[in-house]
């Protein structure tokens, strides 16, 4: 069984710097695409940011373009989350997500339902 594990969150001013890391268990993560998610008190899980199986290619929630970069280690079984010049907006619950094989090209990648295993979840609040 799959396990995803996200750690790294914590409460940071606003303008600050937070990495994310999700560690993944089992010998197959090279072989999936992952995601993040955020989910805010009282609002929708919604998109952050994913990467294809390599980490050739990238995907960006408009609201963090230009501020999160999300990246991959297959070496390490972990996909990270850089996030730079937080917003108290940003406040939410991060979960990282492992992509589901086979999704038709063309796809959204920002789907919940393309995503099959996620983890607990790591805290971000920002202050202002």
């Known amino acids: 069984q799959v396990q995803l594990v996200e750690s790294g969150g914590g409460l940071v001013q606003a303008g600050g710097s937070l990495r994310l890391s999700c560690a993944a268990s089992?010998?197959?993560?090279?072989?999936?695409?992952m995601g993040w998610f955020r989910q805010a008190p009282g609002q929708s899980r919604e998109f952050v940011a994913a990467?294809?199986?390599?980490?050739?290619?990238?995907y960006y929630a408009d609201s963090v373009k230009g501020r999160f970069t999300i990246s991959r280690d297959n070496a390490k079984n972990t996909v990270y989350l850089q996030m730079k010049g937080l917003k108290p907006e940003d406040t939410a619950v991060y979960y990282c997500?492992?992509?589901?094989?086979?999704?038709?090209?063309?796809?959204?990648?920002?789907?919940?339902?393309?995503?099959?295993?996620w983890g607990q979840g790591t805290q971000v609040t920002v202050s202002s």
């Open positions: 997500a492992r992509r589901r094989l086979n999704i038709p090209s063309g796809s959204s990648w920002s789907a919940l339902f393309e995503y099959d295993i």
């Open positions: 089992g010998r197959t993560f090279s072989s999936y695409a």
């Open positions: 990467i294809n199986w390599s980490g050739a290619s990238t």
